[in-house]
């Protein structure tokens, strides 16, 4: 016969709104009461759900990650090395793949007592998401922000530094005219990244060949490219706002016989799998999962124990990786 919430208020001699309010982790039941709860739960085997079973810890064991998609490799290696960080702590792990606030909050575990933090990579709608978890006090932290928030907890790339770099490399290969393809205006990562492609051009006396706006997908880089080509406006080098966008230029350039990097020198931005696996290689800027997930994973442990207060920034350093795609131009 199936044990009942009753049979719990029974055997504890207490009330079932008392059961219930144990079971709900409420800070209104006397220390003394809870045990008899507990104890009553444990010689009678009641497990009603998860919750309850983690109740003796007043936990679920359970981090919320929610994110847009998984068609990334970049996001993909944060979210595996978060997981495997998460396990050594005792923690699962639960995806919700969402493109907007709405879906995230109304059909996933994102609620009161099913998870015990959170995690937003790269969110889109973030300020829903902010409001929401402070109102239900979830603990939580934001990876690859799109607005720089000082009242919440971040981690963010230096994509500045990254563009810069990007940019720089080509200039210090010979370059003068150098076009930009940057993503979305949206993203903060992709204002930072053509932040640092003109500062670049700026310190050596040089204006850029174009910039261009697109999205970060294969697509964008191929059509723009095919456009350039057909114009006879194609750059001698380009740094394009994302891997996805230099792989969509790369594609265009060896289907209508452009030689890479003898007649442009391409680099991208991510160090996605495909980078160090399409011909030529490719030139990019890595973004360090193992190190945005480890510190992610820290902060928001930290948020979970309350040991940490403050709300901070950290700004990672990404990393040149030079490759087959890039090359001095040609006289």
């Not at 289907?255 to 890479?260: L, T, Y």
């Not at 160090?271 to 973004?287: C, G, K």
């Amino acid at each position: 016969m199936k044990v009942s919430i009753f049979d719990v208020a029974k055997k504890s001699g207490l009330s079932v709104v008392t059961v219930s309010r144990v079971l709900n982790n409420s800070s209104s039941v006397r220390q003394k009461n809870k045990e008899k709860v507990l104890q009553a739960m444990r010689e009678l085997d009641y497990h009603p759900n998860a919750s309850a079973r983690s109740l003796a810890r007043g936990k679920t064991g359970i981090i919320g990650l929610t994110l847009t998609t998984l068609h990334d490799s970049f996001f993909d290696a944060v979210v595996n090395e978060i997981n495997d960080r998460l396990a050594e702590h005792g923690y699962y792990l639960a995806l919700s793949i969402s493109k907007s606030y709405e879906d995230a909050f109304h059909r996933s575990l994102f609620q009161e007592d099913r998870v015990d933090g959170v995690i937003l990579l790269s969110p889109f709608d973030e300020d829903e998401y902010v409001s929401e978890l402070k109102k239900k006090q979830i603990p939580f932290i934001m990876i690859d922000n799109s607005k720089k928030n000082p009242q919440v907890t971040s981690i963010i790339v230096d994509n500045f530094r990254g563009g810069y770099e990007a940019t720089k490399h080509l200039i210090e290969l010979g370059h003068t005219e150098i076009a930009h393809i940057a993503g979305p205006d949206h993203f903060l990562s992709s204002r930072e990244r053509e932040r640092g492609f003109k500062a670049a051009l700026e310190e050596a006396g040089l204006q850029p060949y174009c910039i261009e706006r697109g999205t970060f997908e294969i697509s964008t880089g191929y059509h723009i490219a095919k456009d350039w080509i057909a114009s006879g406006k194609l750059p001698p080098a380009v740094f394009a706002g994302d891997d996805n966008i230099a792989l969509g230029i790369m594609d265009a350039c060896l289907n209508e016989g452009v030689r890479i990097p003898r007649d442009i020198s391409v680099v991208g931005f991510d160090d996605q799998i495909l980078a160090s696996e399409f011909r030529p290689l490719l030139t990019t800027i890595r973004q360090p999962a193992d190190k945005i997930a480890a510190m992610g994973v820290e902060l928001l442990l930290a948020a979970i124990s309350n040991t940490s207060t403050k709300n901070a920034t950290v700004q990672i350093e990404p990393e040149l990786i030079v490759r087959e795609s890039t090359a001095p131009p040609q006289k």
